[in-house]
């Protein structure tokens, strides 16, 4: 019996083991965008849209800081990322604007919160704040901010290889799920949606409620958004910026959780990316364009003289970057002047965290097993 208890003590161990990541929701600032350094550590994509079909030219580093596209506001230190709109666009030329993709990446285990003052809307004008990873749809995309026209509510969604299903997702009451299958594949790559409820997340509603902050976790456990406009900015967020711990931030907006689709197996370590295309495959299809404006996407918004676009930017105060296990998730990219694709390599990070209520199941999970331990303990006492 005493030999049979010793050869069963690495199992329990093992198990204990096991249990050790299902509390991590605490995660460490890794890297911060911010003020005077934001633009340092991103690569301007410097050719026109051949990604989405927008009537855009995604300009260099150095276009974008001659024509003041990208830059530092000195009054405000907040970033400014916009749409040209001092240029007058003649037939068959594109107008000006920005995509800009984070050089490092950021694997399982990481957590991204952008604290924005203004996100870019209007006719024609298709923004997004989201992620990807360079072999995408393989390593999958996320979409924490996107949305195009005069829509007044942010569209949340993954997009994946084929397998990646939303099931039981624990997310507001108020979020509206669209759709549930996040392969590409489904529905001309429609991704698995969530739309907020609130019409602070988009456009005007948005700028008027002074901005807000999107928290984006990615975690074994499965991905979750949440959004806080400025008025509803957990202390968590604001107190310590050292540190993050998503278990205190109450049910996300949006929830993918590991159920139905493996995180380890459809992501990847992701780029962050901002961008602002127009018209193109969203903005620009008829049917989408004459559900907020009228009239023609590119001949009567894109041409002329850009009056159209004095709402067409990001202002952002922040980008900060969480991990749960220091630069381990992290994989660094060289300051390429191209469209960026990050030296190839094989981690993908693996640390876990969750949203509460994923916590409370697992560590109901843990207290079961702490009882069949407990059991197998007396057997052999
Ligand atoms: C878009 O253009 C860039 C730069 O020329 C090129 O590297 C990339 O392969 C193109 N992508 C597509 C989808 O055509
Ligand atoms: C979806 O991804 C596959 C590769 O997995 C690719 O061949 C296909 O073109 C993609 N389709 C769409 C609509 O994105
Ligand atoms: C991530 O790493 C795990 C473990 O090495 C592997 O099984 C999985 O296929 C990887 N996922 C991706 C998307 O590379
Ligand atoms: C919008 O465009 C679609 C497709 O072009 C058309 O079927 C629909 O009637 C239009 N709706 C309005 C309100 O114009
Ligand atoms: C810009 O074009 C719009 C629409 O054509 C026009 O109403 C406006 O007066 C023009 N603004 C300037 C400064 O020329
Ligand atoms: C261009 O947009 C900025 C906001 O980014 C605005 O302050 C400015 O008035 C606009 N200029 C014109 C000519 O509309
Ligand atoms: C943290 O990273 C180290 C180094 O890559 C790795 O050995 C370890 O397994 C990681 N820990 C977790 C919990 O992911």
């Given at each position: 019996?005493?030999?049979a208890?010793?050869?069963?003590?690495p199992?329990?161990?093992?198990?204990?083991?096991?249990?050790?990541p299902?509390?991590?929701?605490?995660?460490?600032?890794?890297?911060?965008?911010?003020?005077?350094?934001?633009?340092?550590?991103?690569?301007?994509?410097?050719?026109?849209?051949?990604?989405?079909?927008?009537?855009?030219?995604?300009?260099?580093?150095?276009?974008?800081?001659?024509?003041?596209?990208?830059?530092?506001?000195?009054a405000?230190?907040?970033?400014?990322?916009?749409?040209?709109?001092?240029?007058?666009?003649?037939?068959?030329?594109?107008?000006?604007?920005?995509?800009?993709?984070?050089?490092?990446?950021?694997?399982?285990g990481?957590?991204?919160?952008?604290?924005?003052?203004?996100?870019?809307y209007?006719?024609?004008?298709?923004?997004?704040?989201?992620?990807?990873?360079?072999?995408?749809?393989?390593?999958?995309?996320?979409?924490?901010l996107?949305g195009?026209?005069?829509?007044?509510?942010?569209?949340?969604?993954?997009?994946?290889?084929?397998g990646?299903?939303?099931?039981?997702?624990?997310?507001?009451?108020?979020?509206?799920?669209?759709?549930?299958?996040?392969?590409?594949?489904?529905?001309?790559?429609?991704?698995?949606?969530?739309?907020?409820?609130?019409?602070?997340?988009?456009?005007?509603?948005?700028?008027?409620?002074?901005?807000?902050?999107?928290?984006?976790?990615?975690?074994?456990?499965?991905?979750?958004?949440?959004f806080?406009?400025?008025?509803?900015?957990?202390?968590?967020?604001?107190?310590n910026?050292?540190?993050?711990?998503?278990?205190?931030?109450?049910?996300?907006t949006?929830n993918?959780?590991?159920t139905?689709?493996?995180?380890?197996?459809?992501f990847?370590?992701?780029?962050?990316?901002?961008?602002?295309?127009?018209?193109?495959?969203?903005?620009?299809?008829?049917?989408?364009?004459?559900?907020?404006?009228?009239?023609?996407?590119?001949?009567?918004y894109?041409?002329?003289?850009?009056?159209n676009?004095?709402?067409?930017?990001?202002?952002?105060?922040?980008?900060?970057?969480?991990s749960?296990?220091?630069?381990n998730n992290?994989?660094?990219?060289?300051?390429?002047?191209?469209?960026?694709?990050?030296?190839?390599?094989?981690?993908?990070?693996?640390?876990?965290?969750?949203?509460?209520?994923?916590?409370?199941?697992?560590?109901?999970?843990?207290m079961?097993?702490?009882?069949?331990?407990?059991?197998?303990?007396?057997?052999?006492?």
């Amino acid at each position: 019996m005493r030999s049979a208890a010793r050869s069963l003590l690495p199992v329990v161990l093992a198990a204990i083991s096991l249990l050790t990541p299902v509390a991590a929701t605490n995660y460490d600032l890794v890297k911060e965008y911010a003020g005077s350094t934001f633009f340092d550590g991103w690569t301007f994509y410097d050719h026109f849209d051949n990604l989405t079909n927008g009537d855009a030219v995604f300009v260099s580093a150095s276009v974008a800081k001659s024509a003041k596209l990208a830059f530092v506001d000195p009054a405000t230190n907040h970033a400014i990322i916009k749409v040209d709109n001092t240029s007058t666009v003649p037939f068959n030329e594109k107008r000006n604007t920005v995509r800009i993709t984070t050089n490092d990446r950021y694997g399982l285990g990481s957590v991204w919160v952008a604290d924005m003052l203004h996100i870019p809307y209007g006719c024609s004008v298709w923004p997004a704040w989201w992620s990807q990873s360079p072999d995408w749809p393989v390593g999958g995309e996320i979409d924490t901010l996107e949305g195009v026209n005069l829509v007044t509510h942010n569209q949340m969604g993954l997009h994946t290889e084929s397998g990646c299903q939303v099931v039981n997702p624990v997310q507001l009451a108020s979020s509206i799920q669209t759709s549930t299958d996040c392969s590409n594949l489904t529905n001309h790559n429609q991704g698995c949606l969530v739309t907020d409820g609130n019409t602070a997340s988009y456009g005007q509603g948005f700028a008027a409620a002074g901005g807000g902050v999107w928290v984006t976790e990615l975690a074994s456990s499965g991905i979750s958004i949440w959004f806080f406009p400025r008025a509803n900015i957990p202390s968590a967020l604001t107190s310590n910026t050292k540190a993050i711990d998503t278990s205190t931030l109450g049910t996300p907006t949006g929830n993918w959780p590991s159920t139905g689709c493996s995180m380890d197996k459809f992501f990847s370590p992701h780029n962050l990316i901002f961008d602002i295309t127009l018209c193109g495959d969203f903005a620009g299809n008829p049917a989408i364009f004459n559900q907020t404006c009228t009239g023609v996407c590119y001949n009567d918004y894109v041409l002329g003289n850009g009056s159209n676009y004095a709402t067409a930017y990001f202002e952002v105060a922040s980008v900060r970057v969480y991990s749960s296990n220091g630069t381990n998730n992290i994989i660094k990219g060289g300051s390429s002047s191209g469209s960026g694709s990050p030296g190839a390599a094989n981690s993908n990070g693996t640390q876990t965290g969750g949203n509460g209520a994923v916590a409370m199941q697992r560590s109901m999970m843990a207290m079961l097993l702490a009882l069949a331990l407990g059991a197998i303990a007396r057997l052999f006492a």
